[in-house]
């Protein structure tokens, strides 16, 4: 028999593989995120906001944007210290779906529109949420950027110079001097080698020149994620002490400022985003507020981005939970879908708890942020701390869990899964890693303004479920004496309720009933899919699913 003589033949037909999770509104199909922006926008705002949101869930839905993201991640920025003459030029060359991206997100007002339309934050904040699901490592410069303007509010003139420049709508890569420009975007650099997150041990010197306010740095940043924004927040030692400074990466004149690249960080995920280690060397900055006080002063900037890491891993957990049980909705085994057999039914009820809490928690943290009343700024001091600590590190467990309700295909790249369990660990480290912010929120706890807030926001749920009163009782019985060995329970706990009474008093009571009944009255293994089989698990999973 010749070769030409055999005919192909088909071994196997593709049967039961679930159709990708694509051309669905990521808005839409979030029944916690849609609520709490219904909730918490105002009403002459919300259909506007809302019209917004679905555009924009529609956009991070379709395989278009879904494959741009893809690109970005599986082809990472490139360090270019010289040009082909030996010319210092220190950049990072992005694949053009890097680009791609960051106009979206800045155009959709991700990076400014916080600072400047009403119920900003809730918007600003549901809305990345939504894009994040596309690709998370972009989300590192909009968040600094958004972050950076509280901090640029402390000095008129400095304000006046960037905020502008930092919340337009119009993104423009490539360094060129910043007042031609239709768009900047900011960066941060606090982290040395020698200090970590202690940056009081940080040695770049700052000397002062003969103009008021103008300094040269000589030092190096350990950290520096988006280094070519356009401009940065620095942290340096000034006669006075630790002072904070605008660097910006190209001088008025046109001329590049100091900025040496030594070389970009090889990361566990985020691989789209450029985290490189920096040298200073006679780099021009201007110091933002007093000698002595930058910490306080980007302090600032640290509230707004550990804000955009509780919304980050919300954002992963929630796109966890989607996939995970849009897989289950379609793929049969043992002789029925696997969404209907008891024991997935669990686990997915129960990864569908814990994002629906995230996702709550996080809308009513922006609404804090909205609001002018000094309880709710209290109120946000202690929250956000609480919230960056629990929240960052219950997206590893769910991105874990998520990953394995897909089985081997979960293992798998093409699945999307193993990105967003390298990326989970991310937000617990970055802003302050656990202890740090465990810490935090026992120098919060010392105010009593804060304590009285946040205890005020417990208070509203109060009487709604045995389980939940109880803990609320005992928590206060916790917080007469707490040391600094006992602050990781005392913060989980302090999320744990925060959560529960939100769940309370704006989910279905589904939701909130196995929640509390699990994560405050002991009735939980440990692992998800522990829950009890007599709750109306279905339901639960059922308002997680997302349809296309």
């Given at each position: 028999?010749?070769?030409?003589s055999?005919?192909?033949?088909?071994?196997?037909t593709?049967?039961?593989q679930?159709?990708?999770?694509?051309?669905?509104?990521?808005?839409g199909?979030?029944?916690?995120?849609?609520?709490?922006?219904?909730?918490w926008?105002?009403?002459?705002?919300?259909?506007?906001?809302?019209g917004?949101?679905?555009?924009l869930g529609?956009a991070a839905?379709?395989a278009?944007?879904?494959?741009?993201g893809?690109?970005?991640?599986?082809?990472p920025?490139?360090?270019?210290?010289?040009?082909?003459?030996?010319?210092?030029i220190?950049?990072?060359?992005?694949?053009?779906?890097?680009h791609?991206?960051?106009?979206?997100?800045?155009?959709?007002?991700?990076?400014?529109?916080a600072?400047?339309?009403?119920?900003?934050?809730?918007r600003?904040?549901?809305?990345f949420?939504?894009?994040?699901?596309?690709e998370f490592?972009?989300?590192?410069?909009v968040?600094m950027?958004?972050?950076?303007?509280?901090a640029?509010?402390?000095d008129?003139?400095?304000?006046?110079?960037?905020?502008?420049?930092l919340?337009?709508?119009q993104?423009?890569e490539g360094?060129?001097p910043?007042?031609?420009?239709?768009?900047c975007?900011?960066?941060m650099?606090?982290?040395?080698?020698?200090?970590?997150?202690?940056v009081r041990?940080?040695?770049t010197?700052a000397?002062?020149?003969d103009?008021?306010?103008?300094?040269?740095l000589?030092g190096?940043k350990?950290?520096c994620?988006?280094p070519?924004?356009?401009?940065?927040?620095?942290?340096?030692?000034?006669p006075?002490?630790?002072?904070?400074?605008v660097?910006?990466?190209v001088?008025?004149?046109?001329?590049?400022?100091?900025?040496?690249?030594?070389?970009l960080?090889?990361k566990?995920?985020?691989?789209?985003?450029?985290?490189?280690?920096?040298?200073?060397d006679?780099t021009?900055?201007?110091?933002?507020?007093?000698e002595?006080r930058?910490?306080?002063?980007?302090?600032?900037?640290?509230?707004?981005?550990r804000?955009d890491?509780?919304?980050?891993?919300?954002a992963?957990m929630?796109?966890?939970?989607?996939?995970?049980?849009?897989?289950?909705?379609h793929?049969?085994?043992?002789?029925?879908p696997?969404l209907?057999?008891p024991?997935?039914?669990?686990?997915l009820?129960?990864?569908?708890?814990?994002?629906e809490?995230a996702t709550t928690?996080?809308?009513?943290l922006?609404?804090?942020?909205?609001?002018a009343?000094?309880?709710?700024?209290?109120?946000?001091?202690?929250?956000?701390?609480?919230?960056?600590?629990?929240?960052?590190?219950?997206?590893?467990?769910?991105?874990a869990?998520?990953l394995e309700?897909l089985?081997?295909?979960?293992y798998?790249?093409?699945?999307?899964m193993?990105?967003?369990?390298r990326?989970?660990?991310?937000?617990?480290?970055?802003?302050?890693?656990?202890?740090?912010?465990?810490?935090?929120?026992?120098?919060a706890?010392r105010s009593?303004?804060?304590?009285?807030?946040?205890?005020?926001e417990l208070?509203?749920?109060?009487?709604?479920?045995?389980?939940?009163?109880q803990?609320l009782h005992?928590?206060?019985?916790?917080?007469?004496?707490?040391?600094?060995?006992?602050a990781r329970?005392?913060v989980?706990?302090?999320a744990l309720l925060?959560?529960?009474g939100?769940?309370?008093?704006?989910?279905?009571?589904?939701?909130?009933?196995a929640?509390?009944?699990?994560?405050?009255?002991?009735?939980w293994?440990r692992?998800f899919?522990?829950?009890?089989?007599?709750q109306?698990?279905?339901a639960?999973?059922d308002r997680?699913?997302?349809?296309?």
């Open positions: 028999m010749s070769f030409d055999v005919a192909p033949r088909a071994t196997h593709v049967v039961n679930p159709p990708p999770l694509v051309g669905y509104d990521v808005f199909a979030d029944a916690a995120l849609r609520e709490g922006v219904g909730r926008v105002g009403p002459a705002q919300r259909a506007e906001v809302e917004e949101l679905t555009a529609l839905g379709s278009g944007w879904q494959r741009l893809e690109l970005a991640n599986t082809n920025p490139v360090l270019r210290t010289h040009d082909r003459y030996g010319n210092r220190d950049e990072v060359e992005f694949h053009p779906a890097w791609q991206l960051m106009d979206k997100a800045v155009s959709s007002g991700l990076t400014g529109d600072w400047t339309r009403p119920s900003g934050h809730v600003r904040a549901a809305g949420y939504v894009w994040s699901q596309v490592g972009h989300g590192c410069p968040s950027t958004h972050a950076a303007v509280p640029l509010l402390t008129p003139q400095l304000a006046s110079e960037w905020v502008p420049r919340t337009s709508r993104y423009q360094l060129e910043p007042a031609q420009k239709a768009g975007i900011a960066g650099g606090m982290t040395e080698k020698q200090g970590g997150s202690d041990a940080n040695t010197r000397v002062p020149l103009a008021a306010g103008e300094y040269l000589t190096h350990w950290f994620s988006a070519m924004s356009d401009v940065f927040l620095v942290l340096a030692q000034a006075g002490g630790i002072s904070c400074f660097v910006p990466r001088l008025p004149d046109g001329r590049r400022n100091p900025f040496q690249l030594q070389r960080k090889d566990l995920g985020n691989k789209s985003n450029a985290s490189s280690e920096v040298e200073f006679g021009w900055a201007r110091r933002l507020g007093e002595g930058g910490v306080r002063v980007i302090i600032e900037m640290v509230a707004a981005t804000m890491c509780v919304l980050g891993s919300a992963l929630r796109q966890a939970v989607a996939q995970a049980t849009h897989h289950a909705a793929r049969s085994a043992f002789g029925g696997l209907d057999k024991l997935m039914r669990n686990v009820a129960d990864l569908a708890l814990e994002s809490a928690t996080a809308l009513r922006a609404a804090a942020f909205d609001s009343d000094p309880q709710e700024a209290d109120f946000r001091r202690l929250a956000v701390a609480v919230s960056k600590y629990w929240i960052t590190k219950r997206c590893s467990a769910v991105a869990e998520a309700c089985g081997g295909n979960g798998v790249e093409e699945s999307g193993p990105r967003l369990f990326e989970s660990p991310l937000n617990s480290v970055w802003e302050g890693s656990g202890n740090v912010n465990a810490l935090d929120v026992l120098r706890l009593e303004a804060q304590t009285a807030a946040f205890t005020a208070t509203l749920a109060q009487g709604a479920d045995r389980h939940y009163d803990a005992e928590l206060k019985e916790q917080l007469a004496v707490v040391d600094e060995g006992d329970r005392v989980e706990r302090l925060l959560q529960a939100l769940l309370l008093r704006f989910a279905p009571s589904h939701v909130s009933d929640f509390c009944a699990s994560r405050l009255g002991g009735d293994g692992a899919g522990t829950l009890r089989s007599s109306e698990l279905a639960v999973v997680a699913r997302p349809r296309l």
